[in-house]
C-alpha cells in the first residue's frame, strides 16, 4: 500500500516561501495548537478491512495575504500509524464564485465537488475517502459550518498578524533552526 507520513506532508507546507511561489498551505493547528484535528474518525467494519482504525482529519487553509479562496484542504490520516491516506480540496462557493475568482469551468467544477489533490499525498485507498466522506462533512450543515468559522478565524488572524506567515518566520529564525524543505519530485 502506498501510503505517506504525516511528518513528510507537514515537511512540504513548511517549506520557506521565495518571492515567485505561493504560499503554502497551513494546519489550523498550527495558529490555534489548542485545536489540531477538525474531527476524528473510527472506521469499523468496513470494506475495505484494510482502512479499519482511527483517523485525524486536520484541516489545511491557504496562508496568501489576502487570499479569498473559500477552500479547505482535508488531510486524513491514521492516528495510530501517522500515515496520511488522502488527501482533499473542497471549496464551499458556487462555480460562479470560482470562476470569477480566475478558474476555469473545469477547475471550478472540481473544487465545489471536492478533488482529491493531484500533487499531495494519496493512498492507494484515497478515493474511498473522498467518495464516502466528502459527501457527508459537505451535507453536514454543523461540520460545514465549522469549517467555514475556522475558515474565517484562520484569514482573519493572518490578515491581523502577517507576521504569522512561513515567509516572516524564515526571516526571523537563528540560525539553528533548519526549516523542512519539499521533497523534490520527478
Given at each position: 500500500?502506498?501510503?505517506?507520513?504525516?511528518?513528510?506532508?507537514?515537511?512540504?507546507?513548511?517549506?520557506?516561501?521565495?518571492?515567485?511561489?505561493?504560499?503554502?498551505?497551513?494546519?489550523?493547528?498550527?495558529?490555534?495548537?489548542?485545536?489540531?484535528?477538525?474531527?476524528?474518525?473510527?472506521?469499523?467494519?468496513?470494506?475495505?478491512?484494510?482502512?479499519?482504525?482511527?483517523?485525524?482529519?486536520?484541516?489545511?487553509?491557504?496562508?496568501?495575504?489576502?487570499?479569498?479562496?473559500?477552500?479547505?484542504?482535508?488531510?486524513?490520516?491514521?492516528?495510530?500509524?501517522?500515515?496520511?491516506?488522502?488527501?482533499?480540496?473542497?471549496?464551499?462557493?458556487?462555480?460562479?464564485f470560482y470562476h470569477k475568482w480566475?478558474?476555469?469551468?473545469?477547475?471550478?467544477?472540481?473544487?465545489?465537488?471536492?478533488?482529491?489533490?493531484p500533487d499531495e499525498m494519496q493512498?492507494?485507498?484515497?478515493?474511498?475517502?473522498?467518495?464516502?466522506?466528502?459527501?457527508?462533512?459537505?451535507?453536514?450543515?454543523?461540520?460545514?459550518?465549522?469549517?467555514?468559522?475556522?475558515?474565517?478565524?484562520?484569514?482573519?488572524?493572518?490578515?491581523?498578524?502577517?507576521?504569522?506567515?512561513?515567509?516572516?518566520?524564515?526571516?526571523?529564525?537563528?540560525?539553528?533552526?533548519?526549516?523542512?524543505?519539499?521533497?523534490?519530485?520527478?
Amino acid at each position: 500500500m502506498a501510503k505517506h507520513s504525516l511528518p513528510t506532508f507537514l515537511q512540504m507546507v513548511q517549506e520557506p516561501l521565495e518571492v515567485e511561489e505561493d504560499p503554502p498551505l497551513r494546519a489550523f493547528g498550527d495558529l490555534f495548537l489548542d485545536d489540531d484535528s477538525l474531527f476524528t474518525l473510527e472506521l469499523k467494519a468496513v470494506f475495505p478491512p484494510e482502512v479499519n482504525g482511527i483517523y485525524n482529519v486536520r484541516d489545511f487553509y491557504c496562508q496568501e495575504k489576502g487570499c479569498n479562496c473559500h477552500r479547505v484542504t482535508l488531510v486524513f490520516f491514521n492516528e495510530e500509524e501517522q500515515e496520511v491516506y488522502a488527501t482533499i480540496s473542497y471549496g464551499w462557493k458556487s462555480m460562479s464564485f470560482y470562476h470569477k475568482w480566475g478558474l476555469d469551468r473545469a477547475d471550478a467544477v472540481h473544487l465545489t465537488n471536492g478533488f482529491l489533490e493531484p500533487d499531495e499525498m494519496q493512498s492507494e485507498h484515497a478515493p474511498f475517502f473522498l467518495k464516502t466522506f466528502l459527501p457527508y462533512i459537505t451535507s453536514d450543515p454543523h461540520m460545514l459550518a465549522k469549517i467555514k468559522e475556522r475558515y474565517a478565524l484562520f484569514t482573519q488572524t493572518m490578515a491581523v498578524d502577517p507576521s504569522r506567515l512561513w515567509r516572516d518566520h524564515a526571516e526571523e529564525m537563528s540560525e539553528n533552526v533548519v526549516l523542512f524543505k519539499k521533497n523534490a519530485r520527478s
